[in-house]
């Protein structure tokens, strides 16, 4: 499928970061419509199609399939959540405390969806409601409470200059790092074997693909939602105590199975790894160390089952002063200095602003689905391997992309939406943003009951 006469600019070669593990010199997926139609500061629409391209180009280059990509599509899945309906209702936003704030010397942005998070932000800022906040707040610099916040385990951080976050000793870890870093060793011999479809069979595209979905929010169950639409047996697994919210759920819910398992409890841990012995994929979206404990951080895991292909992501990257942090898409935005590109305003009536969509959750997701269909084809050539991802290295990606013309116009991309009954009601959604054979990807399944699947793969 060839360019549409729109085409003029070419995208960003993200694909390139998996050349480890591709066949040599494969074709890039080839897309049709605008290049640009949010209009921001940012090149956005370069890191949507680009993301996006580095998925179809991996399942082209490991199946031999005809795999091509729309502006419409990349549009629609990277504001998936906002064109989500639950029986006509549109779903909620942020938590009323997530978002910008002022400081006595300027701004930070919070986030507080999750009770944890909230609960953690009282504690730090020593207030007992909502109400208090903003007061508490104007007493303090934005960096004091960053330090505050972030000690007291919840989430904030201040909205710096570009610049400032460019020379921090967090950017400094990962800035020479590839968007996706992939390090690769031989197969194991023999090695495992390798789903049909990835073989060359003339079956689903990703059918017999076992896939351990450890991640939660957007970016990781986004990336997941997709290869399940492909045919991938996804299973995501949470901790118990800590439930997703259920909105954020039914985005990134359809074409897989949700579980809930305690993995402190010797029983759910040994069911746990007879997941893992015969899983093909494991992605894990926590934290940097948090999943350490169980033995399950890519270097234990690479070394208990060699032919498993590990994806990790999280916020700040796996290395410097920031690697154990939390944070979230928005929170990065303000940190990396995205929020300050965006800002309004002149003098005291300044504002941050925010991306028209949440792309570094939702191009993370994709860089990660990405490495995972990479990891698979290269095990049928005897390579195995492990691929690493994070938020900021996104945001640094799309900071580095220049920016859309002059006198660039925003232009509204109309979705094809579908509907389907579920038994959270009748929901309304964008479909997975791929062509496969010339026809459109659909997912196979709504959002199944939350925490409704045994451990077990189907």
């Known amino acids: 499928m060839a360019a549409d006469h729109r085409n003029t600019n070419p995208l960003p070669a993200l694909w390139r970061d998996l050349a480890p593990l591709l066949p040599e010199n494969p074709a890039p997926a080839p897309w049709t419509g605008p290049r640009w139609w949010w209009a921001g500061a940012l090149d956005v629409e370069g890191l949507a199609l680009a993301s996006l391209q580095a998925l179809a180009t991996a399942l082209a280059a490991g199946t031999g399939r005809d795999i091509a990509l729309t502006s419409r599509g990349a549009a629609a899945s990277f504001a998936s959540y906002s064109h989500l309906r639950v029986d006509g209702r549109a779903v909620g936003g942020f938590a ?15 986030h507080a969806n999750y009770p944890h998070h909230e609960r953690a932000l009282f504690t730090a800022l020593g207030v007992a409601s909502a109400d208090a906040v903003d007061a508490a707040l104007l007493r303090m610099t934005a960096m004091e409470v960053e330090d505050r916040v972030t000690a007291h385990g919840g989430v904030a951080a201040p909205v710096r200059p570009p610049e400032e976050w460019a020379g921090s000793p967090a950017v400094e870890a990962f800035q020479g790092e590839p968007w996706i870093r992939v390090d690769t060793a ?135 002063p920031w690697a154990a942090r939390r944070g979230f898409d928005s929170i990065v ?70 920016a859309p013309p002059s006198g660039t116009e925003r232009s509204e991309l109309e979705p094809e939406l579908r509907t389907w009954p579920s038994v959270y009601g009748e929901l309304t959604f964008a479909p997975p943003p791929l062509q496969v054979d010339g026809r459109q990807l659909e997912h196979s399944r709504p959002p199944q009951p939350y925490g409704s699947s045994a451990l077990v793969w189907e």
């Open 333 to 402: 935005q303000a940190a990396s200095g995205i929020a300050a590109i965006y800002g309004s305003g002149e003098g005291d009536s300044w504002r941050p602003g925010a991306l028209p969509v949440q792309a570094l959750d939702y191009a993370t997701g994709l860089g990660a689905a990405a490495a995972a269909v990479a990891l698979m084809g290269a095990r049928n050539r005897g390579i195995s391997g492990s691929a690493h991802l994070s938020l900021a290295r996104t945001a640094l990606e799309l900071m580095r992309l220049p």
């Open 96 to 110: 009323p405390l997530s978002g910008f704030r002022r400081t006595i010397d300027g701004w930070v942005r919070l």
């Open 186 to 320: 031989p197969a194991p011999a023999p090695p495992r074997s390798v789903p049909a479809a990835l073989r060359g069979g003339s079956g689903g595209i990703l059918d017999g693909l076992r896939v351990l979905d450890l991640t939660r929010v957007i970016a990781g169950p986004s990336g997941s939602r997709i290869l399940g639409a492909l045919g991938a047996d996804v299973l995501r697994i949470d901790p118990p105590g800590m439930p997703e919210l259920e909105e954020q759920y039914l985005d990134t819910g359809f074409s897989k199975r949700s579980a809930v398992a305690d993995l402190t409890d010797p029983a759910a841990y040994r069911r746990f790894r007879g997941l893992l012995e015969a899983a093909d994929v494991v992605l894990l979206g926590y934290r940097g160390g948090s999943l350490a404990r169980f033995g399950l951080d890519p270097d234990a895991l690479r070394a208990d089952y060699p032919g498993l292909g590990v994806v990790s992501f999280d916020a700040w990257g796996n290395a410097g």
